[in-house]
């Protein structure tokens, strides 16, 4: 059975920083894309940023470039986002998502692009 799990999320100020992390169970994780996507209250779910399987290539949404650094570890089946310089306008709910493809050079951004999403794990940032 194929489960992502986040976990990392919490209430912090505006500058300060997080690390969410993203445990995958039950398939060959190196088999597979990975993205991270947030929700905002009211708001459309949005992509953040994207790691091939290999973690070669990465990719984010301009909103994030230089502050959102996503990564991976096979060895260990989870995927990571390092959110630095918080900003109130960076709460949500931050979801993870997985695509099973080894494509070379692919990038995913759209939520129908991932076929398994995790429950989310909240940030919120105070101001």
């Not at 399987?53 to 096979?74: E, L, Q």
């Not at 099973?100 to 939520?111: A, D, E, M, Q």
């Amino acid at each position: 059975q194929v489960q992502l799990v986040e976990s990392g999320g919490g209430l912090v100020q505006a500058g300060g920083s997080l690390r969410l992390s993203c445990a995958a169970s039950g398939w060959t994780f190196s088999n597979y894309a990975l993205g991270w996507f947030r929700q905002a209250p009211g708001k459309e779910r949005e992509f953040v940023a994207f790691i091939s399987w290999s973690g070669v290539r990465t990719y984010y949404a301009d909103s994030v470039k230089g502050r959102f650094t996503i990564s991976r570890d096979n060895a260990k089946n989870t995927v990571y986002l390092q959110i630095d310089t918080l900003k109130p306008e960076d709460t949500a709910l931050y979801y993870c998502a997985a695509k099973r493809t080894r494509v070379p050079g692919l990038i995913l951004i759209k939520n129908e692009d991932y076929d398994y999403w995790g429950q989310g794990t909240q940030v919120t940032v105070s101001s």
